[in-house]
C-alpha cells in the first residue's frame, strides 16, 4: 500500500506522513491546495475507510515532509510526547464515538473549534453543514444589527433543518460564542506562525509587533460593523488565559532563538501575565472608547504597559 500510494503521491506532487496503531491511521498530507482537497475527497469516498477526522487544514509556510511522497513512521518511532498526544487524542475519538452527544474536547484545537460544538462534525460534509450556519447568523446579524436572532431564522437562512442545526448548537448563544471562539483561534494561528518564523531579539522588539499585530493590523482589517463587533465582544468573547499561558511557551522561544546573552528572557508566567494584562486592557478599550484603539497616543500607553509586564522576575 505504501509503495502505490507514495508513486501516486509523487505524481500529484504531494508529501507528508503515515502513522498506524491499533486500527488507526494518522497522516499528513502536504501540497497545493485544491490537490490536497481532491485527494482528501478520494481517500473520503474510499469505502476502506471509516470515521474521517480532519484535525487541522490550514496553509504553511514550508513542508514538515520535503521529498517525501510518503513517509512512515511506526509508533514506537515516534517522539514519547507525540506517542502520548496521539494515545489521548483516539481515547477522546472513542468516547465520542460511544457518546454522541459528549464535547469532544479535544486539546488539538481548530480554526473550527470544534470543542465549542456538541457533536463534533467529523465529516467534511458535516464542516460544511456548521459553516453554513455560522455565514447565516453573521448575515442575520449584520442585516438586523443583532437583535432578536434565533436559530430558527438561522437555520432557514442557511437553508439547514432546525433539527440539524440543534444537532450542533444548542442555541444561538452557543453558535455564537462558538463564531467568535473559532475566529480567535484563527488569529493565534497566525501569530503563532509569525513567532516560528521570526526570531525576536529584544522585549522592545516583542513589544512591537504585538501592537502590530493587534491594534494596527488586526483591529481595523478584521472589523465589523462596529455596533456589532461591540455585541460579540460584549456577550460571547472571553479572555482565553489558558491559550495566552500556552501561547506564552511560543513567544518564549522565539526569544530565545535571538535574545542575546546579555537580555534576559522573561519566564512563561511573565510572559502569560502580560499577555492577559494587555488582551483585557484592549477589551476594555474596544468597549468604552473603540475609536481610539488606532490612535498613536493609545498604541503608545498601551506598548509602556506590556513592556513593564515583562520587565518582572526573568528565568
Do not use: C
Not at 481532491?38 to 473520503?44: F, G, P, V
Not at 465549542?116 to 448575515?139: C, D
Not at 444548542?170 to 521570526?198: E, I, K, M, P, S
Request: glycine fraction near 4%; avoid cysteine; hydrophobic fraction near 45%.
Amino acid at each position: 500500500m505504501l509503495a502505490s500510494t507514495r508513486a501516486k503521491n509523487e505524481a500529484i506532487g504531494v508529501t507528508g506522513q503515515l502513522s498506524y496503531s491499533d486500527g488507526h491511521f494518522l497522516q499528513v498530507l502536504e501540497g497545493e491546495h485544491l490537490v490536497v482537497e481532491d485527494l482528501y475527497r478520494s481517500i473520503e469516498a474510499d469505502l476502506r475507510h471509516s470515521d474521517l477526522l480532519v484535525i487541522l487544514d490550514r496553509p504553511v509556510m514550508d513542508r514538515a515532509f520535503p521529498g517525501q511522497p510518503m513517509a512512515y513512521a511506526a509508533p514506537p518511532d515516534l517522539p514519547d510526547a507525540v506517542q502520548q498526544g496521539i494515545a489521548t487524542f483516539m481515547a477522546r475519538v472513542e468516547a465520542l464515538r460511544k457518546s454522541p452527544e459528549e464535547d469532544f474536547g479535544s486539546p488539538i484545537q481548530t480554526n473550527l473549534a470544534i470543542d465549542q460544538i456538541r457533536v463534533a462534525p467529523n465529516q467534511r460534509r458535516a464542516m460544511t453543514t456548521v459553516n453554513r450556519l455560522f455565514a447565516s447568523a453573521f448575515q442575520l446579524l449584520v442585516r438586523d444589527g443583532g437583535k432578536d436572532l434565533v436559530m430558527e431564522d438561522v437555520a432557514s437562512n442557511a437553508n439547514i433543518s432546525r433539527q440539524t442545526a440543534y444537532r450542533y448548537f444548542g442555541g444561538v448563544g452557543d453558535l455564537l460564542r462558538t463564531f467568535v471562539r473559532r475566529r480567535q483561534l484563527h488569529h493565534f494561528g497566525v501569530f503563532r506562525d509569525f513567532l516560528a518564523n521570526h526570531a525576536m531579539t529584544s522585549n522592545a522588539q516583542f513589544v512591537d509587533s504585538v501592537i502590530q499585530m493587534t491594534m494596527v493590523k488586526y483591529w481595523p482589517r478584521d472589523r465589523m460593523p462596529q455596533k456589532l463587533a461591540l455585541h460579540f465582544l460584549r456577550h460571547y468573547h472571553e479572555v482565553p488565559y489558558e491559550d495566552l499561558f500556552n501561547l506564552a511557551a511560543d513567544v518564549r522561544a522565539s526569544m530565545k532563538r535571538g535574545y542575546s546573552r546579555n537580555e534576559p528572557v522573561p519566564n512563561q508566567v511573565v510572559v502569560a501575565s502580560a499577555l492577559a494584562a494587555f488582551a483585557s486592557a484592549m477589551k476594555m478599550i474596544a468597549l468604552n472608547d473603540p475609536d481610539s484603539m488606532e490612535t498613536e497616543r493609545v498604541q503608545d500607553r498601551m506598548a509602556g504597559m506590556l513592556l513593564s509586564a515583562l520587565r518582572a522576575a526573568p528565568d
